[in-house]
Antibody, heavy 118, light 107 residues
Framework: EVQLVESGGGLVQPGGSLRLSCAAS????????VAWVRQAPGKGLEWVSV????????DYADSVKGRFTLSRDNSKTTLYLQMNSLRAEDTAVYYC???????????WGQGTLVTVSS | DIQMTQSPSTLSASVGDRVTITCRAS??????LAWYQQKPGKAPKLLIY???SLESGVPSRFSGSGSGTEFTLTISSLQPDDFATYYC?????????FGGGTKVEIK
């Protein structure tokens, strides 16, 4: 059974940093690209970032480019999202998601809430 | 960036109704489109990929069609478990974008 378990969310002040983790199991982690998708309270879905299977390629939404860094450790089957210079508009539930046979998301974690507020 | 526009934003329907949701892309995306269902407090669930391919385990009352810029998600006979919000997402190129969502409510 594919499982994606996010952790690391919480309350942080504007300008602060947070590191999210996503522990994967139930599939060959190193064979798939993985991504983060977020959802602000009461709003729709927004793709944040994606990383290739071997971590040699990453891409980011313009809204987070230069502030967020995505990485992965295939030996630990874990995905990381380092979030710096956080803003109020980054407040959202952050979902870790596995890509299918294309850049769509066939499995999702349960999400972790990030709240940026003073 | 490719913009995805869904309509309607809210839909009221009864159990047994046939329901159709439309998603339009701001430029051609071939068939690189996915549909998701999301219930309150839960993660989205993949229903359809490549515009019309049904994800394993998804009931056959769900179907997708379209190509280019116009796509539809159809629920042939709405069931109580189907009341939820539905999102389309293109994967033609980065950045990936989602439609604004369609909330299917009980009439």
């Amino acid at each position: 059974e594919v499982q994606l378990v996010e952790s690391g969310g919480g309350l942080v002040q504007p300008g602060g940093s947070l590191r999210l983790s996503c522990a994967a199991s139930g599939f060959t982690f190193s064979s798939y690209a993985v991504a983060w998708v977020r959802q602000a309270p009461g709003k729709g879905l927004e793709w944040v970032s994606v990383i290739s299977r071997s971590a040699d390629s990453t891409d980011y939404a313009d809204s987070v480019k230069g502030r967020f860094t995505l990485s992965r450790d295939n030996s630990k089957t874990t995905l990381y999202l380092q979030m710096n210079s956080l803003r109020a508009e980054d407040t959202a539930v952050y979902y870790c998601a596995k890509l299918g046979a294309g850049a769509f998301f066939d499995y999702w974690g349960q999400g972790t809430l990030v709240t940026v507020s003073s | 960036d490719i913009q995805m526009t869904q309509s309607p934003s809210t839909l009221s329907a009864s159990v047994g109704d046939r329901v159709t949701i439309t998603c339009r892309a701001s430029q051609s995306i071939s068939s690189w489109l996915a549909w998701y269902q999301q219930k309150p407090g839960k993660a989205p669930k993949l229903l359809i990929y490549k515009a019309s391919s049904l994800e394993s385990g998804v009931p056959s009352r769900f179907s997708g069609s379209g190509s280019g810029t116009e796509f539809t998600l159809t629920i042939s006979s709405l069931q109580p478990d189907d009341f939820a919000t539905y999102y389309c997402q293109h994967y033609n190129s980065y950045p990936l974008t989602f439609g604004g969502g369609t909330k299917v409510e009980i009439k």
